[in-house]
């Protein structure tokens, strides 16, 4: 069975402060997808980025980057000098690779809530 | 913008009810999800359907039912409603290839009395 735990439940910031979004996942799978999205209020999730298990690397776009450790079996999320518009719930997501069992179907942590305040 | 509409936005049914709702997505994307969020949690994987055949069911009893038709049009059916079933529904669709990247609804948000 596959599981996806975000410990924090809520996070509150004030603006320009850096945040980080923990992710922790069990799998028994050797090979898999890890995400990222966010909901705003309106309810739609937003794609925010796609891991590959194999693919170790830390990735950066803008304000956001991704650590990724197989080790620990971690994706956590950072965002660098907040924003109001960054106000969101925020989930990790877990799926299957191309063939297995599991491909194509998300499992979602808990969420995390995160205020920026101005 | 994902190019997934779901309708309707909003629904209130009462206890024992049947409630029929709707995913439209992009030409190509044949693979649909329906994904079941209670208020505070994670959304829940309830079933996939490819090229018009359930693909995959996740822990949701059979009045939870679905459709998927060759426009590439969806409907998740529940039937003998619940308080608990109160929640909003997310669909996700995905073209063919590896990527499995999924493209979500603004959801259908339903109230059961």
């Known amino acids: 069975a596959q599981k996806v735990t975000q410990a924090q439940t809520e996070i509150s910031v004030v603006e320009k402060e850096d945040v980080t979004l923990d992710c922790v996942y069990e799998?028994?799978?050797?090979?898999?997808?890890l995400f990222w999205y966010k909901q705003p209020p309106s309810g739609e999730l937003v794609f925010l980025i796609r891991r590959n298990s194999f693919d170790e690397q830390n990735e950066i776009s803008g304000r956001y980057s991704w650590n990724f450790q197989k080790s620990t079996s971690s994706f956590n999320f950072t965002i660098t000098a907040s924003q109001v518009v960054d106000s969101a719930v925020y989930f990790c997501a877990l799926s299957g690779f191309a063939g297995g069992t599991s491909y194509g179907k998300l499992t979602f942590g808990q969420g995390t809530i995160l205020t920026v305040h101005p | 913008e994902t190019g997934v509409t779901q309708s309707p936005t909003h629904l209130i049914k009462t206890r024992g009810q049947q409630v029929t709702l709707r995913c439209s997505s992009q030409?190509?994307?044949?693979?649909v999800s329906w994904y079941q969020q209670a208020l505070g949690q994670g959304p829940q994987f309830i079933f996939q359907?490819?090229?018009?055949?359930?693909?995959g069911r996740g822990n949701f009893p059979p009045r939870f039912s679905g459709l998927q038709f060759p426009n590439y049009s969806s409907e998740l059916n529940v039937n003998a409603l619940e308080l608990d079933d109160s929640a909003l529904y997310l669909c996700a669709t995905r073209g063919s290839g590896g990527a499995n990247e999924q493209f979500f609804g603004p959801g259908t948000r339903l109230t059961v009395l």
């Open positions: 359907y490819y090229r018009e055949e359930e693909n």
């Open positions: 799998t028994r799978d050797t090979t898999y997808y």
């Open positions: 030409s190509g994307h044949n693979t």
